[in-house]
T-cell receptor, first 113, second 114 residues
């Protein structure tokens, strides 16, 4: 597609439920990133995928968070047993790599009630 | 990556040039200066980046001082739609090692007034 697509755009879930957030990167972009932005805060790095290399999961805040990237394209961020502090906008970005600009999606606004 | 310092907020009149400063006094020789902006309720948008020469594209110009310790993003004719938070980020250009992370600070909230 023309840009990075994220779904759903909004998600309201009950505390304790699991959620899956999807990211469709720009076709041909080898690098994919997940960031989180809490209300009024800056962007927090979560995880990075590059080609077939092992992902960098160092930014995931707890073991309730996991992410996969299937076939080097679509990525899913899963949050298990959601907590209220997980409420934030989850942003996905992709890049062709080598210093080229990153393209962000519009994000998924997650609200845990 | 080198840390950057930006003013918290700025105002600009519509149609005038908006000049957004950024200090990055600890930048190393192979680190680039990137600018992104985030319009309310949207994801960040790449604007421009440069190493030491001034750069211009359809969105903006980037002026980097000779000592590379500071830079200025210039929006030549600001419009109301340019109201956003502007982030100045310094990082290595390659994505090898741990160079892929973008470290966003608080940025500058630019408000373009009619």
């Amino acid at each position: 597609g023309a840009g990075v697509s994220q779904s759903p755009s909004n998600k309201v879930t009950e505390k304790g439920k699991d959620v899956e957030l999807r990211c469709d990167p720009i076709s041909g972009h080898t690098a994919l990133y997940w960031y989180r932005q809490s209300l009024g805060q800056g962007l927090e790095f979560l995880i990075y995928f590059q080609g077939n290399s092992a992902p960098d999961k160092s930014g995931l805040p707890s073991d309730r968070f996991s992410a996969e990237r299937t076939g080097g394209s679509v990525s899913t961020l899963t949050i298990q047993r959601t907590q209220q502090e997980d409420s934030a906008v989850y942003l996905c970005a992709s890049s062709p790599g080598q210093g080229r600009g990153y393209t962000f999606g519009s994000g998924t606004r997650l609200t845990v009630v | 990556d080198a840390k950057t310092t930006q003013p918290t907020s700025m105002d600009c009149a519509e149609g005038r040039a908006a000049n957004l400063p950024c200090n990055h006094s600890t930048i190393s020789g192979n680190e680039y200066v990137y600018w992104y902006r985030q319009i309310h309720s949207q994801g960040p948008q790449y604007i421009i980046h440069g190493l030491k020469n001034n750069e211009t594209n359809e969105m903006a110009s980037l002026i980097i001082t000779e000592d590379r310790k500071s830079s200025t993003l210039i929006l030549p004719h600001a419009t109301l739609r340019d109201t956003a938070v502007y982030y100045c980020i310094v990082k290595l250009s390659s994505t090898g090692g741990s160079n892929y992370k973008l470290t966003f600070g608080k940025g500058t909230l630019l408000t373009v007034n009619p």
